[in-house]
């Protein structure tokens, strides 16, 4: 609420102190028209301004206020010179020639100019006053400023950017520079190690022979020493294994050939019972006849 009070009455104080009091009523339309365009935005876009006036630049400031001074004091000496002009004027001229000079200087007067807002034109220097405290031109004044902070700050990202660029270049070159000379280091010592070896070979000559024959001599014994060790295992085996399958062999026929002499004798015994029963008396010799040649079957058989 305080703050709107203060703005009513600055709005009052600038009203008061721009409105023209001449006779020119198109300054007083100009000023009247200047005048609302910075008052019809609601308070909440002016609390914004003013919140975001805060936090612009204070060099940026310093360059518009420089910019106006100047501009400010070259209108002052057009002034001062159009007023001595007029006065030569006067003393030699006419009233025609006084209007023409009233004229210059309206014309003049209109070289008011915003470096913001380079369409507006400035009459007097408050129409000036009212121009700055607008909103369209604290609004210009706030874009202009934001695109300077974007221009700086990208021309500071890009800098740094390039800054780092180089440092990582130069601290790939040292790291590379670095493997190349480890690299040579360890071929030299390799090449060195190796020269020093058969430089060893060469001088122990005929003894590094000899000593090389021997082992191979023992290891040449000591293989055929367990190789007739696994030959006389393996003969083992086989023989255990060979003695193991006969066995079982044998143990398989004799009860086969068992069964099939049981089973010709049942046959046998079977036919001499039916012949009994249908022969007279000398049958049974027969029979025990019959009976005597299964049993050289049997022998046939076994043998």
């Not at 600038?14 to 005048?35: C, L, R």
């Not at 400010?72 to 003393?91: A, F, P, Q, V, Y």
Request: proline fraction near 2%; charged fraction near 50%; glycine fraction near 4%.
């Amino acid at each position: 609420m305080l703050k709107r009070a203060h703005r009513e009455l600055a709005r009052n104080a600038i009203y008061t102190e721009v409105m023209p009091t001449g006779d020119d009523a198109m300054d007083e339309m100009e000023a009247m028209t200047q005048f609302s365009d910075s008052g019809s935005d609601s308070d909440s876009s002016d609390d914004d301004d003013d919140e975001n006036d805060e936090d612009l630049d204070s060099d940026e400031d310093a360059e518009l206020e420089d910019y106006i001074q100047k501009y400010e004091g070259s209108l002052k000496k057009e002034k001062k010179e159009g007023e001595d002009s007029d006065d030569d004027e006067e003393e030699g001229d006419s009233d025609a020639s006084e209007g023409e000079g009233e004229e210059a200087t309206e014309e003049e007067e209109t070289h008011f100019r915003c470096k913001i807002c380079p369409k507006k034109t400035l009459k007097n220097q408050t129409m000036v006053e009212v121009h700055l405290a607008g909103h369209e031109h604290k609004k210009a004044l706030k874009l202009y400023k934001r695109a300077l902070k974007e221009e700086r700050s990208r021309e500071h990202i890009d800098g740094l950017k390039a800054k780092n660029q180089k440092k990582k270049d130069k601290a790939l070159a040292k790291k590379e520079a670095r493997k190349q000379a480890q690299k040579q280091k360890l071929k030299e010592k390799k090449k060195r190690q190796w020269e020093k070896k058969m430089a060893a070979a060469q001088a122990a000559g005929s003894t590094t022979s000899d000593k090389v024959e021997e082992k191979i001599e023992k290891i040449v014994d000591r293989a055929e020493k367990k190789a007739e060790k696994i030959v006389e295992k393996t003969e083992k085996q086989v023989k255990k294994k060979v003695g193991k399958i006969v066995a079982e062999a044998e143990k398989k026929a004799e009860k086969k050939v068992e069964k099939i002499v049981e089973k010709q004798v049942d046959k046998t015994l079977e036919k001499a019972k039916a012949k009994k029963g249908s022969a007279p008396a000398p049958a049974p010799k027969k029979a025990t006849e019959s009976k005597g040649k299964p049993a050289a079957k049997k022998q046939k058989t076994k043998a």
